[in-house]
């Protein structure tokens, strides 16, 4: 089993920058690709971003590609979202996820999720 904590939410103006943390344990966290998703009032959660193990490969989704970077350091068991030039429509609640593998193949069925950060970007 795996917790996952996130940080580094908070209330920021449009054009500003945070930068999400997600500390994992419990689990090998070297051999399992991570990601984000965020959830907004009224709406589906949806995929943000994916990191393969070993941080050599990642995939954002096309809403957010010029602006949020997903990395990793797998010294501290951590996946970071950095998100640039944040936009109003970017208020959600933030989750990070752990995948069952080392991969991000179905990048929408990740094993576990965290409790969330909310994120909200005032005008």
């Known amino acids: 089993q795996v917790q996952l904590v996130e940080s580094g939410g908070g209330l920021v103006q449009a054009g500003e920058s945070l930068r999400l943390s997600c500390a994992a344990s419990?689990?090998?966290?070297?051999?399992?690709?991570m990601g984000w998703f965020r959830q907004a009032p009224g709406k589906e959660r949806e995929f943000v971003a994916a990191i393969n193990y070993n941080g050599r490969s990642t995939r954002t989704a096309d809403s957010v590609k010029s602006r949020f970077t997903i990395s990793r350091d797998n010294a501290k068991n951590t996946v970071y979202l950095q998100m640039n030039s944040l936009k109003p429509e970017d208020t959600a609640v933030y989750y990070c996820?752990?995948?069952?593998?080392?991969?991000?193949?179905?990048?929408?069925?990740?094993?576990?999720w965290g409790q969330g950060t909310q994120v909200t970007v005032s005008s």
């Open positions: 419990g689990r090998t966290f070297v051999s399992y690709a």
């Open positions: 996820a752990v995948y069952p593998g080392p991969g991000y193949q179905n990048q929408n069925r990740p094993s576990s």
